[in-house]
Each structure stands twice: as C-alpha cells, then as structure tokens.
T-cell receptor, first 115, second 110 residues
Framework: DAGVTQSPTHLIKTRGQQVTLRCSPK?????VSWYQQALGQGPQFIFQ???????QRGNFPDRFSGHQFPNYSSELNVNALLLGDSALYLC???FGAGGGPYEQYFGPGTRLTVT | GQSLEQPSEVTAVEGAIVQINCTYQ??????LSWYQQHDGGAPTFLSY????GLEETGRFSSFLSRSDSYGYLLLQELQMKDSASYFC???????????FGKGTTLSVSS
C-alpha cells in the first residue's frame, strides 16, 4: 500500500517564476492538506482540499493556489516566487469524513529553493 | 489566537523519561495532536487527545487538560532513535487543519 507521494523531491527556481508541486494521497484517503515548513519551524498550514474544493485556507497570499483532481491527487501552485518561499512543502492526506481521532499522513516533501 | 508554545530543546540520556509540554490558546480548540519528525523526514503521527486524560501507546503517552489549556507528550525508556523534533498541533479532527507549534528538538545521548 503506497503512502503519500510527492514530486519532485527537490526544485530550484528563480525569483518571479512559477512552480507546481504534486501530491498523491495514501490509498483510501480523500482529503489533501498542504503545509510549508521553513527550516527550524513547524509546518504551517496552507490549504486543504476535499471533494475537489478548497475546504479551508491558512494565512497565505493568493499567489498560493491549488487543485484537487477526481482521483484525489492534488497540485500546489505558487506564482511570482519570492526568496521567502524557499522551504519544504509537505502534503498530508487523510480521510475527511467522520469524527474521532484521525491522523494525517505526510509525504516526504518537496524542497523548494528560490534564488 | 491559535498559537501553541513548547520548549525549543530537551536533552536526555538513554533509558530516561522525558516530558515535552505544550500550552495552547483556547480559541476554537478541538483537540491536541503530537507528531515526530526526524531530520530530513516527514512528520509522523504519534497521538491525539480530544478529551482530558492520558492516552498511552507503547513507550509514548500523551496527556491533555482542557481546563489548563495544556498537554504533554511523555516518552519513556528513551532510545537513541527517539532523537527527533516533536510537534504539538491543535486540531486533528476530520476536516480541520493542523496548526503546529514550533517544535521541540529532543537529543538522546548514551
């Protein structure tokens, strides 16, 4: 059973460029969340997708956008890259329905460097 | 606010017990999760508390006191492989985002 996969693993971009990161959730999961993790910090929530719609969004500018496909995979797009966007971008999947304790399964991340 | 506070670093020796505390602001609080992250790795889920009390999973236990807006992760019989960053995070209920603390770096020495 494949876990959460992300591509690419590493990426180097120049300021002002645009980037697309991809995520495939764990089998059976329908919800994808994206997080940005700067060095030495905790992951910061960007947004969450469920049923192909953005369900919740963190405090990130509109330069950050996303999409979820019918097979539950997801993309994160960042436009007009800034040096401060350099970070590890983590995708996490979960099952979106029901209550009780649930865990988010994280992928290995994409390390984005903006020069 | 929704911020969480946890110590930045903790050191201990193999076989010891260590407690990592986490305090949070109550606005919109639902539950407290704990994640472990090794250097260069992905965060992995350890435990979740929605109600007051202790949850035990092997060598790891997590505690929550909603009246005190406080929780902790207890790691027993420490091993070298437990050296990692530990994050408390509010949320953890289906459909909600996780809001992470800044993390506690645990260093276990022999």
């Amino acid at each position: 059973d494949a876990g959460v996969t992300q591509s690419p693993t590493h990426l180097i971009k120049t300021r002002g460029q645009q980037v697309t990161l991809r995520c495939s959730p764990k089998s059976g999961h329908d919800t994808v969340s994206w997080y940005q993790q700067a060095l030495g910090q905790g992951p910061q929530f960007i947004f969450q997708y469920y049923e192909e719609e953005e369900r919740q969004r963190g405090n990130f500018p509109d330069r950050f956008s996303g999409h979820q496909f019918p097979n539950y995979s997801s993309e994160l797009n960042v436009n007009a890259l800034l040096l401060g966007d350099s970070a590890l971008y983590l995708c996490a999947s979960s099952f979106g329905a029901g209550g009780g304790p649930y865990e988010q399964y994280f992928g290995p991340g994409t390390r984005l460097t903006v020069t | 606010g929704q911020s969480l506070e946890q110590p930045s670093e903790v050191t201990a020796v193999e076989g010891a017990i260590v407690q990592i505390n986490c305090t949070y602001q109550t606005s919109g609080f639902y539950g407290l999760s704990w994640y472990q992250q090794h250097d260069g790795g992905a965060p992995t889920f350890l435990s979740y508390n929605a109600l007051d009390g202790l949850e035990e999973t092997g060598r790891f236990s997590s505690f929550l006191s909603r009246s005190d807006s406080y929780g902790y992760l207890l790691l027993q019989e420490l091993q070298m492989k437990d050296s990692a960053s530990y994050f408390c995070a509010r949320g953890g209920q289906a459909g909600t985002a996780l809001i992470f603390g800044k993390g506690t770096t645990l260093s276990v020495s022999s």
